[in-house]
């Protein structure tokens, strides 16, 4: 399983646009980029999933360069309720994993007024 | 939306009590999994549930855990003789297909507190 690199922690305010990017050196062929949130006591929510270049859907934007070393969560102007922890995860979880999610540390954004 | 019912939100149980937590997966999913998350931790996997069968456990998941998925709706984790670092909050989830490819629907958690 591909280990992934986060941020810890970072800030923004209301209505700014904010990216987290995380590092996946080791990703594999077969691998999957997925993101999940996670409100205080609460259980992850997915978020998007991407293999290659650029997937968007309601909430996110999920932007992978060719040698899909990394990849970068865009939320467009956030609010407050955006606060959150945003978990990166890699890999192909049939052959790898079967089926179970591992979680690293995610990174803690924090949206100030 | 869809969603995962977790019961109850908040228990209380006393060192060596037993516990279920209980869970209702969305309706069309065919795997279960349980995950605890110890406060100021990571998210941790427990085990995962296929087809009346255990698919996959974690160190974590010893004999004192069990699961069952006692009738078409519920899926329960029980903890035999609770432990104070059993203490976490324990999230179900359930998937239709057994790979992360495909999002994975979380509940709300229980919040377990031994004493």
């Known amino acids: 399983l591909a280990k992934t690199t986060q941020p810890i922690s970072m800030d923004s305010y209301e209505g700014q646009e904010v990216n987290i990017t995380c590092s996946h050196n080791?990703?594999?062929?077969?691998?999957?980029i997925t993101w999940y949130q996670q409100f205080p006591s609460q259980g992850p929510r997915f978020i998007i999933q991407g293999y290659k270049t650029k997937v968007t859907n309601e909430v996110a934007s999920l932007f992978i360069p060719a040698d899909r070393k990394s990849s970068t969560l865009s939320l467009p102007r956030v609010s407050l309720s955006d606060t959150a922890v945003y978990y990166c995860l890699v890999g192909d979880m049939i052959y790898n994993q079967g089926g179970k999610l591992i979680f690293g540390q995610g990174t803690e954004l924090s949206v100030k007024p | 939306e869809p969603e995962v019912t977790q019961t109850p939100s908040h228990q209380v149980t006393q060192m060596g009590q037993e516990v279920i937590l209980r869970c209702v997966p969305i309706?069309?999913?065919?795997?279960f999994y349980w995950y605890r998350q110890i406060l100021g931790q990571k998210v941790e996997f427990l085990v995962s549930f296929y087809n009346n069968e255990i698919s996959e456990k974690s160190e974590i998941f010893d004999d004192q855990f069990s699961v069952e998925r006692p009738d078409g709706s519920n899926f329960t984790l029980k903890i035999r003789s609770t432990k104070l670092e059993d203490s976490a909050m324990y999230f179900c989830?359930?998937?239709?297909?057994?790979?992360?490819?495909?999002?994975?629907?979380f509940g709300s958690g229980t919040r377990l507190t031994v004493v």
């Open positions: 080791n990703i594999a062929t077969n691998d999957y």
């Open positions: 309706s069309n999913h065919l795997y």
């Open positions: 989830a359930s998937s239709e297909e057994r790979s992360a490819n495909y999002g994975y629907t």
